[in-house]
């Protein structure tokens, strides 16, 4: 059965840290796009950063270019997502999906994913 399955969320200050973690099973994550999404309320959902298997490369968002770090631990199963510098705007539900790692589409496009976590709540606030 695949699953993801998020952790790590949690309040924090602005300009703290945190590193939310997706551990996968029933599926081997490295063969596959995986990528990390967020919504808050009453927002769409968007990509925040993705590992792209077909091109094997990290891409990231705008809004988060310096701040955020992706990374994958193969023996674990995991991917992370290492944020740094947080602000108020950060604060969101954080997913992690995987799709197919053969899609043409930017990875950062949540539409095209087709397994997800239950996410983890991320609040930045003093």
């Known amino acids: 059965q695949v699953q993801l399955v998020e952790s790590g969320g949690g309040l924090v200050q602005p300009g703290g840290s945190l590193r939310l973690s997706c551990a996968a099973s029933?599926?081997?994550?490295?063969?596959?796009?995986v990528g990390w999404f967020r919504q808050a309320p009453g927002e769409e959902r968007e990509g925040v950063s993705c590992i792209d298997k077909r091109t094997d490369r990290n891409y990231y968002a705008d809004f988060v270019q310096g701040r955020f770090t992706i990374s994958r631990d193969n023996a674990k199963n995991t991917v992370y997502l290492q944020m740094n510098n947080l602000r108020p705007e950060d604060t969101a539900v954080y997913y992690c999906?995987?799709?197919?790692?053969?899609?043409?589409?930017?990875?950062?496009?949540?539409?095209?994913?087709?397994?997800w976590g239950q996410g983890t709540q991320v609040t930045v606030s003093s």
């Open positions: 999906a995987r799709r197919p790692g053969t899609y043409t589409i930017g990875c950062l496009a949540y539409p095209w994913y087709n397994n």
């Open positions: 029933g599926f081997t994550l490295d063969d596959y796009t």
